[in-house]
């Protein structure tokens, strides 16, 4: 998710020549000049991806598209469509047979595919506009999915989509990650972390984004990933996973911040995801997962997947939570 506060106007897309900014975060990345200029050439010049669907309906015997090669771990409900595809313009995306998203996104969340059912509750912190809560309650069916959306004008986005797609049963809130943390302590299997960051993989993708190798930039979101997460933590059930996810690139938004949070919760261990071994972050020895754009599947991600080692009861929501004033947004039961 995206977050950019320092303008740099050497770093739209499109640009003639990389910025000074860019051409650092290159060398920070990738000790081999060859991958630079490949890394470089993909955020200076941006060409299209494979748009993706995630059907949530049985798909149609006559599929409406024409899709693309399978990667070995992609899910079977997730289809890979030709280039310049338009499938958010297809009555079957208005009728909520299947939602739209990009293969960096699948990436990012496919960690969760590691984990068993049952599970009982699922906390998506940061959740506009709802991929990754979709994402989640397709492929675990939990009893109760909560869609958690701090910026009011992201908020509308999220209740439209799960509306739409019919997320069965869901709630939507918008809580400060702390207000959560006191109010609802150990009570999540599973909590969502697609955390607000510089969004430099946007450039990947032909759009703007501001200020996003700014170092000033880079920290501010880093710190805020880190108080996001250390509020996370707390919600998380015993033996209760974390997934912890950007759009991109910077180390310091996303190796340093998971070194750091395993340095302020020992609790909670990286899990291996063996699905995503050849994706495995050439910048840390903790089991965390790169996307590059340079390589043609998706304009970028990362993602880390940690479990609560404590063994202790699960807490159970209060009793008035789902029905605190001003604090429900909308539940389909």
């Known amino acids: 998710m995206p977050l950019r506060y320092i303008t740099d106007y050497h770093t ?17 990345l ?40 399978s990667a070995p771990w992609q899910p079977e409900f997730v289809d890979r469509l030709a280039i310049n595809t338009k499938p958010g313009k297809h009555p079957l995306h208005d009728s909520g047979h299947y939602y739209c998203l990009d293969f ?24 506009a506009p709802g991929g ?40 939507a809130i918008s809580r400060d990650s702390h207000i959560l943390a006191e109010t609802i302590p150990e009570t999540a299997n ?5 955390a607000p960051c510089t969004g430099q993989s946007l450039l990947a993708k032909g759009e703007k984004a501001p200020g ?15 108080r996001i997460l250390a509020n996370s933590a707390k919600i998380v059930a015993s033996q209760g996973y974390l997934a912890y996810m950007t759009c991109t690139y910077s180390s310091a938004e996303n ?54 080692q404590d063994d202790q009861p699960r807490n159970q929501l209060p009793t008035n939570f789902l029905n605190s004033p001003g604090f429900k947004l909308t539940s389909s039961f």
């Open 212 to 226: 996003c190798f700014h170092p000033v930039t880079i920290n501010s979101n880093a710190n805020r990933q880190k």
């Open 132 to 171: 990754k809560s979709i994402f989640a309650w397709k492929i675990l069916n939990p009893e109760l999915l909560l869609c958690n959306e701090v910026i009011g004008k992201r908020i509308g986005m999220l209740l439209s989509n799960l509306k739409r797609c019919q997320i069965i049963p869901s709630v």
């Open 255 to 308: 190796e340093q911040v998971s070194e750091w949070f395993t340095s302020k919760f020992p609790q909670f261990l990286p899990v291996e995801v063996p699905h995503l071994a050849t994706y495995q972050s050439h910048l840390t020895n903790l089991p965390c997962y790169r996307m590059w754009p340079q390589d043609r599947q998706g304009a970028g991600a990362f993602t880390i997947l940690f479990q609560n």
């Open 190 to 194: 599973i909590v969502i972390v697609d």
């Open 12 to 28: 739209f897309s499109n640009m003639e020549k990389p910025s000074n900014l860019l051409l650092k975060l290159s060398r920070s």
């Open 30 to 69: 990738f000790p081999d000049t060859a991958e630079q200029e490949k890394f470089i050439e993909a955020i200076a010049n941006p060409q299209p991806f494979n748009p993706c669907i995630l059907w949530l309906h049985k798909k149609p015997t006559t599929h409406p598209f024409t899709v693309e090669y």
């Open 104 to 127: 960096s996104s699948i990436f990012a969340a496919s960690t969760l595919l590691t984990i068993s059912p049952p599970i009982q509750l699922i906390l998506d912190m940061c959740a």
